[in-house]
């Protein structure tokens, strides 16, 4: 028996294990102090109270022998693959419902959708980076390659032209950067990778929060893209499905390599190692899609986008460089006065009570930057804001 020796490779994820180390020292040491976390990428507001109900429809049905469900179909309901394929029409996106894969979230999918490619591809992943693409290309031992987002780029890396690869990782708006492709730029992404036979695993986990309709909430808004991406999408971040668990992942038919329907992969990949998610979690992700469910979320999406600004606000108050926050929940700002991430998490922490996460977590380029997220309270947004202008 022969274990995975490239779990070996792995680097220990100590990030959030010792951002949890310090906050739990310094809450014992100073149990008088207000702790303002902002280092969170979950929510904290409720469900809308139209999903709430179609739980409890939902959940009401399934104690009724007429109208109980066991098993569904691995790939979802034809109700929410339906739905979600509505919504991409709103945004002049046409695809079929059988081109669309419920999941029970994007982080899963972003690493199950591997088993479809070769274990000798070569992985191209933006540096700094939402760290489960290294890892789960880690997991499998394929060779890993940087593309260089920075300060200079407005971390939004352009194809080089000099670098092959075969499977390319883009986040738009994203984690942790909050940056934002524009349709030019996604549009050289995508000839890059039909140029290279390449695939791109987009993920569009954050489309939520893009506010300009300039500026692309789905890659298959570019030409081109149903030849060469795999889209991603949660209703985690959107809805607030965190501790629901539910997403989508979008395989155009058009999207074939060697021959073979990557779209039928996909289908054949989930039957056998897939038993879907819960019907009565996909009856809730239905009505996120109603006419009052997208009214709701739009509020909850508002109110977190506020607390955006208030934080973007007091950069530029302060002169500080930042990305991300006007499109996005993230702000991820410059260190002040040239500190390092974890120098600056100390002494924010320390002497402001503030939790933020240091950017050198997210890869060598997170270095000296710390992210900042919306997903608190007003008051506490406000409070360490205030807290954070009198440092500086």
């Known amino acids: 028996m022969n274990i995975n020796k490239n779990y070996l490779n792995l680097e220990d994820s100590?990030?959030?294990?010792?951002?949890?180390?310090?906050?739990?020292?310094?809450?014992?040491?100073?149990?008088?102090?207000?702790?303002?976390?902002?280092?969170?990428?979950?929510?904290?507001?409720?469900?809308?109270?139209?999903?709430?109900?179609a739980i409890?429809?939902?959940?009401?049905?399934?104690?009724?022998?007429?109208?109980?469900?066991?098993?569904?179909?691995?790939?979802g309901y034809g109700f929410?693959?339906?739905?979600?394929?509505?919504?991409?029409?709103?945004?002049?996106?046409?695809l079929a419902a059988d081109e669309i894969f419920i999941s029970d979230?994007?982080?899963?999918?972003?690493?199950?959708?591997?088993?479809?490619?070769?274990?000798?591809?070569?992985?191209?992943?933006?540096?700094?980076?939402?760290?489960?693409?290294?890892?789960?290309?880690?997991?499998?031992?394929?060779?890993?390659?940087?593309?260089?987002?920075?300060?200079?780029?407005?971390f939004l890396p352009m194809p080089d032209e000099n670098i092959n690869c075969d499977v390319i990782y883009i986040c738009s708006p994203n984690n942790p950067t909050g940056a934002v492709y524009s349709k030019d730029a996604l549009k050289k992404w995508v000839d890059y990778a039909l140029k290279n036979d390449a695939i791109i695993i987009y993920d569009a986990a954050y489309e939520c929060f893009i506010k300009s309709k300039d500026l692309p909430s789905s890659i298959y808004q570019i030409e081109g893209a149903k030849d060469c991406a795999?889209?991603?999408?949660?209703?985690?971040?959107?809805?607030?499905?965190?501790?629901?668990?539910?997403?989508?992942?979008?395989?155009?038919?058009?999207?074939?390599?060697?021959?073979?329907?990557?779209?039928?992969?996909?289908l054949r990949r989930q039957t056998t190692k897939f038993n879907g998610v819960p019907?009565?979690?996909?009856?809730?992700?239905?009505?996120?899609?109603?006419?009052?469910?997208?009214?709701?979320?739009?509020?909850?999406?508002?109110?977190?986008?506020e607390n955006a600004r208030i934080i973007s606000e007091t950069m530029d108050k302060k002169s500080i460089f930042y990305t991300g926050g006007k499109h996005s929940p993230y702000i991820w700002l410059k260190c002040?006065?040239?500190?390092?991430?974890?120098?600056?998490?100390?002494?924010?922490?320390?002497?402001?009570?503030?939790?933020g996460t240091?950017?050198?977590?997210?890869?060598?380029?997170?270095?000296?930057?710390?992210?900042?997220?919306?997903?608190?309270?007003?008051e506490n947004t406000i409070e360490a804001m205030e807290r954070f202008s009198n440092l500086f």
Request: proline fraction near 4%; aromatic fraction near 12%; charged fraction near 20%.
């Open 14 to 53: 100590y990030l959030f294990s010792t951002i949890a180390k310090k906050v739990s020292e310094f809450t014992n040491n100073h149990p008088e102090k207000k702790l303002i976390k902002m280092g969170i990428g979950d929510v904290t507001l409720p469900l809308a109270p139209v999903v709430v109900e």
């Open 56 to 75: 409890k429809k939902a959940a009401d049905e399934m104690g009724v022998q007429a109208t109980f469900k066991g098993y569904g179909p691995e790939q």
């Open 80 to 94: 929410l693959r339906e739905a979600i394929q509505k919504y991409y029409s709103s945004k002049n996106v046409n």
């Open 105 to 154: 979230g994007a982080k899963s999918d972003l690493g199950n959708i591997l088993d479809l490619f070769d274990k000798d591809n070569t992985i191209l992943i933006p540096d700094p980076v939402y760290p489960v693409y290294v890892d789960t290309n880690t997991m499998d031992g394929r060779k890993i390659i940087f593309a260089d987002a920075n300060e200079a780029n407005g």
């Open 230 to 266: 795999i889209e991603f999408c949660s209703f985690s971040k959107t809805a607030g499905f965190t501790g629901t668990r539910c997403g989508y992942t979008v395989v155009p038919k058009t999207l074939i390599r060697q021959g073979a329907s990557l779209n039928k992969f996909w």
């Open 279 to 305: 019907y009565i979690v996909q009856r809730a992700a239905e009505a996120v899609f109603s006419t009052e469910g997208q009214k709701q979320i739009k509020e909850n999406l508002m109110y977190y986008s």
């Open 336 to 355: 002040p006065n040239n500190m390092k991430s974890w120098e600056f998490f100390d002494y924010l922490l320390n002497t402001a009570a503030v939790v």
């Open 358 to 378: 240091p950017g050198a977590g997210f890869g060598k380029n997170g270095e000296g930057f710390f992210r900042l997220t919306s997903f608190g309270n007003r």
